[in-house]
């Protein structure tokens, strides 16, 4: 059984009152313990204001998993903070041996952003669904241990 | 001194006999040895043996002094005991001023010999002599040009430019092949290389060491110092090395007992410089030392005062929905001394706006102190709510109760409401006001001026007028450094104002640009130049003006407002995303950036037009280049999705453009 846990991600630094009370974006934590990969899905906007707790909830998460998938397909905004954000979890997952995979909708603004700054390739193969990714990630560690 | 002999016994002999007396000594053996050491150099006294095989005594006697050069040296026959006194005679006339006789006697010999040597001496002595007079009238005309170092108009120069003169001079006066100079850094006392003259590969910057190297032990000398030839004991700067400097002349720059610098001249050659040079560089350093003393006092206080003038100046001009803003100020060129003239825009209640601009009568750290009061005073009066007429006769007041008659200030005031167009003006002595109508038609608002600051005592009332600003016109308010010309009478310079004020371009920006280009130029002004428009424009809901504090919460509410703007227009989601990354990406760079005092806001300006939204934000720094690998990804980011991005470096800070075409969307939202 998955486990499942929300938070929201309010702008960071704003002061009381200010409109940036306002939730930007939501994030779902899943781990799925036969799969062994962890899956953070975020929904709404992710900006230098909120990307800080983003990052703290993610290296929040206890670290035995196999991988993390990071579900952006209902992401409507992301920027230079959150590619920067990505960049740390590829190298800090890849220091312990782990695999980072993103997930984002075809045609998205949010996968044109990932594209220009490098983070992913035009033709890198994209898996379809969390269940996908997590499947790919067991897929690419088995063959890194094969090798 | 030269024997000739044949025999070379008597030669050695003769030799021994006259060493002695400490002169070098040359044999020859024949006539014609002789007269060939003769063609090579100068003797004092030539003994010359009478009876030699070949060419005889006589006969080398008799060249000898046929030549000019060796007419005048002695020459001492020496012969044997059966000369007599024809023999003598024939000697004599020969060019002999003596004989010895053979054998002859040590002491004698030595005695006549030392004679002819002293001789020679003192001869060579007389002829240093005259070369010295000589050269002391040379030197005459020479400190007659060293004056030209020092002299009135140097002293009205900028420190650059004086270096250069003074190099440039200095290497004249001594022909030398290269001149620098260094100067001794205010805050570390580090001689720093100023200036050069003749060198190909200047460095500024480059550093020596008081006390090492060449130039750092001049600096701690009390005179000149010639270094004949440039070897590597000497520790010279690269780059002189470089430039094939193989003598030097130095000397220190020293006012009172504060040690300035160095000063220096190279030559290509070796020895070039005399000890008479050095005595005159000591002499030409003195002066140049309270040359430069000067100049560089000069640029400290000016430079203090601009400083202390431009805090004075507002950081940002308000950003008003209804209303546009922007001002020039140029501190005079020329005047060492910076003049008292500000401007300022006081945002008043209820979206009003004061708008200022004055000319304090001085100049200097006094102008500017009294430009401060008369500022803050104004604001405090302004801000409490009074008129235009009713703040300045009280800041008349305040002045002449701080200055009496001591400070004298031209003051124009206008408060002014966007939204309705009323205006009230008040002036007191300063030049009018510009209207400049949307079609472009200009008219200067004439109308009761009252009394200057300062003079004529304080007043009970202060003449205001009442004014519309129409909306799309623009007023503007300058001070007289804008108008006045040399030679120029002022109404001259008021219709050259009108005129560029009519004829410029429609932005408010540009406008201030094109009046500064056609009245100023680059004719260094005597005074300064202030220049303040502002213009009335009607509610666009096409517009977004923000002052946001320099916070990473500020980063979600410029998005939010630059989406709304654009769900308005009826723009697509692309097109709302690719300005949600652009504001987002410009606004987190200001943030970040937000290092001084005055960082604490930044600005949005977003702006729909026919083809496309203008979006400019800008922050009080300036802008920094991305740093690490992650930094530089917004820039890229934004330029990936608008059409275009500038950074625009402006006084007050840096401004990121943009600009992306829209397709003119279905107006959504309230109605227009």
Redesign the interface.
Known sequence: MAERASTPLT?????AG???D?E?ARITLECDPEADVRVVAVEG?I???NVVRLRDAILALPNAALGLVLDLQATA?I???A??LL?ELRDRLSRRGQVLCVLDREGS?VR??LE??GFCGRDEERPGSAQDAAATIRRRLRHDVEL | MLLVDDDEDSLFAIEQVLAPLGQRIVKAVSGEEALRRLLKEEFAVILLDVRMPGMSGFETAHYINSRERTRSTPIIFLTGQDADTEFVFRGYQAGAVDYVLKPFEPEVMRSKVSVFVNLHHERQLRIREAGARARAEAVTATVRKLQSLSDAALAHLQLDELLAQLLARTAALFDADTAGVLLCDQDTSRPVLRATYGLERFEPGAVARAGEGFLGRVLECSEAVVLDEVDEGAALHPSLTAAGVRSLLAAPLIVADRRLGVLYLGAAERQHFSSADATLMSLGAERAAIAIDHARSYEHERQLVELLQRSLLPEHLPALDQLELAARYEPSGAAPMVGGDWYDAIELEQGSIAVVIGDVVGHGVRAATVMGELRNGLRAYLVEGHRAGTAMMRLNQLACSMHGERMAATLAVVTLDPSTGTACLANAGHLPALLVAADGAARFIEHDVGMPLGVGGATREHPELELKVPLGSTLLLFTDGLVERRGDSIDDGLERLRHAASEGPSDLEGLCSHILAELVGDAPTGDDVALLAIRRRPPTQGRIALRL?A???????A??AVTALLKQHGAD??AI?AL??AV??AA?NA?EHAYGPGDHEFEILAELRDDGIDLRVTDSGSWREPRGR?RG??L??IE?FVDEVEVVRGDRGTTLRIFKRLDSGQPTGTGS
């Open positions: 702008a960071g630094g704003a002061s200010s409109p940036g306002a930007l906007e900006d230098i204001s905004y920027d230079s903070s590619i920067r960049y603004n044109r952003v220009l700054t | 504090p916070e990473v919460g500020s980063v979600p509410a998005r939010h989601e692309d995303f949600k990354l987002s990406e987190a943030i992650g990804r917004g890229v980011l990936e």
